[in-house]
């Protein structure tokens, strides 16, 4: 297993210009795919979330995986893009996160979403692929193909479609990233916002010149946050990346209702840790 540099641009060299964040970050797979035909092997696979969530809410650079793509199928292996927490509309402007990077992958990994609570999880991929198995090996699953756990993902599809929730999505998510941005004006401990729909990210920083990560400030907000009602979890090497993904269904109230318990406890943090 070998695991690459996350294409994160906020702390990208500054010297690399923006438009090329994508191919500069891209570099780290190609090492590794020249490091092992060194040793006369290849890639099988490459595996990422199309937005990589733990990573810190990072959204990749433009044309990141199109680029890497490219190199792992020219070297033999398979694209796989793991949209368990970002697929079925929650970016809002697409159905699948790894749209807006304007590529098809090999295998899709999808759950959560797709039944609502339920316990549901799904594989798509291409015939090429599948039939790349009929091999005589023997494949088995238990719960595979459930027509309960099925007629559950077919039902929340259509309430997706239904009832508009990624055009929701994306409306309400630009409004809290408006709002969002409107605070970082105000606290400088707030380094970058980020999102896409309804999956958010703040990133907060002692210094915005070195990008120092506010670790305990994130904690105390989330912490702050959970007390007066709101849930958000914090992710990223240093921790320090307010994580939110609210739900589809989430409404203008319902975001204004967070903005106001955001600010309440900015404010209350700022007055105990500065």
């Not at 559950?152 to 239904?162: F, H, N, P, T, Y």
């Not at 703040?202 to 506010?214: F, S």
């Not at 305990?216 to 907000?221: H, K, W």
């Amino acid at each position: 297993m070998h695991v690459a540099n996350v294409p994160d641009s906020y702390r990208a060299p500054a010297d690399w210009p923006a438009e090329e964040h994508g191919k500069r970050f891209a570099e780290s797979v190609a090492e590794q795919i020249a490091a092992m035909q060194a040793k006369g092997e290849g890639p099988g696979f490459f595996i990422a979330e199309s937005i990589p969530s733990v990573a810190g809410q990072v959204f990749l650079p433009d044309g990141y995986l199109k680029e890497v793509y490219r190199l792992v199928r020219e070297a033999g292996g398979v694209c796989i893009a793991d949209e368990v927490q970002v697929g079925f509309g929650r970016v809002g402007s697409h159905w699948w996160a790894f749209e807006t990077q304007g590529v098809v992958p090999d295998i899709v990994t999808m759950g959560k979403p797709i039944g609502d609570g339920h316990p549901l999880a799904a594989v798509v991929t291409t015939r090429e692929v599948t039939d790349s198995f009929n091999n005589g090996m023997e494949y088995f699953n238990t719960f595979g193909g459930n027509p309960v756990s099925c007629a559950v993902g077919l039902a929340v599809l259509d309430v997706i479609e239904g009832q508009g929730l990624r055009g929701n999505a994306l409306a309400v998510g630009n409004y809290l990233i408006s709002s969002f941005k409107a605070m970082q004006a105000r606290y400088e401990v707030i380094g970058d916002v980020r999102g896409m729909g309804l999956f958010l990210g703040i990133e907060l920083v002692t210094d915005r010149k070195t990008k120092a990560p506010a670790t305990e400030f994130a904690r105390a907000v989330s912490n702050g946050a959970r007390q007066r009602g709101v849930l958000m979890g914090t992710e990223g090497p240093h921790d320090n990346v307010l994580k939110m993904r609210p739900p589809m269904i989430f409404s203008k109230r319902d975001a204004n209702h967070l903005l106001a318990v955001l600010e309440e406890t900015f404010a209350d943090v700022s007055k105990r840790l500065g």
